[in-house]
């Protein structure tokens, strides 16, 4: 089936350094990646969705600027937490769509960031 | 757009009793519905899923059951095990567009 990779799995970094999370499809082609945020014991917040060549759409409330989105190709997706704060510290997941309609989400593995 | 609702949030059952998760949504356009199961510290992994042309469908301990009148579909785990304790959400993805609308999860914890 298909598979996502996201990497690394977990990260700490110091209070203003720059942290990139990457998000590869596997076995298959995306063109849109989403990238969700979730906090202990809450459900999945839709950040924003990356489309390959073209600009991200961000979520409302999301920093664009905080949360910079690249879309490199069909089979990779980043998300770099610019200046991290304590407050950027969680567990932060990608996934990618079906290529077809009616199937499943495809999710990564997460990253959970801590940033000291 | 949609609105997709899930309880209970939390969900304790002694190990070897059934489970059931209820989820409702609003948009009526919803044709896709999976059910994911997260472990900590783990990204959702897909358990089971159902298209919106058929009612009911089972794989081995787990069940779907999909209501489209009254839009809302349900998660049945029978004989439950130590290791069916996760967290559960439902999602829901109407016929255009590509997202989708999860529900709030479900804690639940099987006793052994």
């Known amino acids: 089936g298909a598979v996502v990779s996201q990497h690394p799995s977990r990260v700490i970094c110091k209070s203003g350094t720059s942290v990139k999370i990457e998000c590869r499809s596997l076995?298959?082609?995306?063109?849109?990646m989403f990238w969700y945020r979730q906090f202990p014991k809450q459900s999945l917040m839709l950040m924003a969705t990356?489309?390959?060549?073209?600009?991200?759409?961000?979520e409302q409330g999301v920093e664009k600027d905080k949360f910079l989105i690249n879309h490199a190709s069909l089979t990779l997706s980043t998300l770099t937490v610019t200046s991290a704060h304590p407050e950027d510290s969680s567990f932060y997941i990608c996934?990618?769509?079906?290529?077809?309609?009616?199937?499943?989400?495809?999710f990564g593995n997460g990253t959970r960031l801590t940033v000291t | 757009g949609e609105n997709v609702e899930q309880h209970p949030s939390t969900l304790s059952v002694q190990e070897g009793d059934s489970a059931v998760i209820k989820c409702t949504y609003s948009?009526?356009?919803?044709?896709?519905f999976p059910w994911y199961k997260q472990e900590l510290g783990k990204g959702p992994q897909l358990i089971i899923d159902?298209?919106?042309?058929?009612g009911e469908k089972k794989d081995q301990r787990i069940a779907v059951t999909l209501n489209k009148t009254a839009k809302h579909f349900s998660l049945h785990i029978t004989e439950t095990q130590p290791e069916d304790s996760a967290v559960y959400f439902c999602?829901?993805?109407?016929?255009?567009?590509?997202?989708?609308?999860f529900g709030t999860g479900t804690s639940l914890t099987v006793i052994p």
């Open positions: 948009d009526s356009a919803s044709n896709y």
């Open positions: 076995d298959f082609q995306a063109t849109t």
């Open positions: 996934s990618a769509p079906p290529s077809r309609g009616n199937s499943p989400l495809h």
């Open positions: 990356s489309n390959e060549g073209s600009k991200a759409t961000y």
């Open positions: 999602a829901a993805r109407p016929n255009t567009g590509n997202q989708f609308y």
């Open positions: 159902i298209r919106s042309n058929v």
